[in-house]
């Protein structure tokens, strides 16, 4: 295996007029992470938790207790992607992290010291996908650039930070009531939206009117909340060197 890294360069190149359209969407084996949810629910105009009952099957990791969040495939026997259609993916402006990477794997891990992330990638070769026979050059920047994943790795690294915590400071896995707070926090963005107003759990955060209502009508800033909130109830009893 060879890691690559930023400046790295490798061939690919994928369109319609490929002999393999579509191949990788049929061989399904897909993760979500939270912020790949958030996107494909706006999309499909979907509560959250109606997307994940609908396209999704959910697991929990025997070891730690957190959540595994996988897309259902269309049939299972098949493994095709509930969203490939004969003309490509039908969400293709919100779909997952993985699919806009792809053929590279990100690889990133934080640093306890300085909490800096690190990436590296790996390129994937598949004997369905005959992109790097296509043969453009890119380097990682462009391809991560030009598939506009960035933005989704700054939200899946908030996820990485959460999971080192837990995998550094609770030993076995989360407790169940841990566990149902961290689903609905970053998986079920809507179910936890009518909790922290309901339940008013954001009373004692000290939240001036202006960021409530920018929680209240702003997504990505609520998940990002989640992240917090979560942090805040998992750990922040728990002694952190
Ligand atoms: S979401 Fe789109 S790109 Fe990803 S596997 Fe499904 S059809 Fe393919
Ligand atoms: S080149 Fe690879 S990524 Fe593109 S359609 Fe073919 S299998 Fe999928």
Redesign the pocket.
């Given at each position: 295996m060879t890691f690559l890294s930023l400046n790295d360069t490798f061939s690919f190149s994928c369109s319609k007029k490929v002999p393999c359209f579509?191949e990788?969407?049929r061989d399904?084996n897909?993760f979500l992470t939270p912020y790949d949810i958030l996107r494909?629910k706006h999309r499909l105009d979907l509560s959250s938790r109606l997307f994940l009952e609908r396209y999704t099957t959910q697991q929990t990791g025997p070891e730690t207790g957190l959540p595994i969040i996988t897309?259902k495939p269309d049939n299972p026997h098949k493994l095709k992607?509930?969203?490939?259609?004969s003309s490509?993916?039908?969400?293709?402006e919100d779909?997952?992290s993985?699919?806009?990477t792809?053929p590279l794997m990100r690889i990133a891990s934080r640093s306890r010291e300085t909490s800096k992330i690190t990436e590296q990638y790996i390129l994937l070769k598949e004997p369905h996908c005959l992109g790097s026979e296509q043969g453009r050059t890119w380097t990682i920047r462009k391809w991560i650039e030009d598939q506009e994943v960035t933005f989704y790795n700054v939200m899946n690294d908030m996820l990485l930070e959460i999971i080192g915590l837990k995998n550094r400071l609770i030993s076995g896995p989360l407790h169940f009531k841990s566990r149902f707070a961290f689903h609905m926090a970053l998986y079920d963005i809507d179910t936890f939206k009518s909790h922290i107003f309901e339940q008013h759990i954001l009373d004692t955060w000290d939240l001036d009117e202006k960021t409530l209502n920018t929680l209240k009508n702003d997504d990505v800033e609520l998940l990002k909340l989640g992240h917090r909130w979560i942090r805040n109830i998992l750990f922040d009893n728990l002694e952190q060197d």
């Open positions: 579509n990788c969407c399904l897909q494909l897309l992607c509930p969203f490939v259609t490509g993916c039908s969400v293709y779909r997952p993985s699919c806009r792809y």
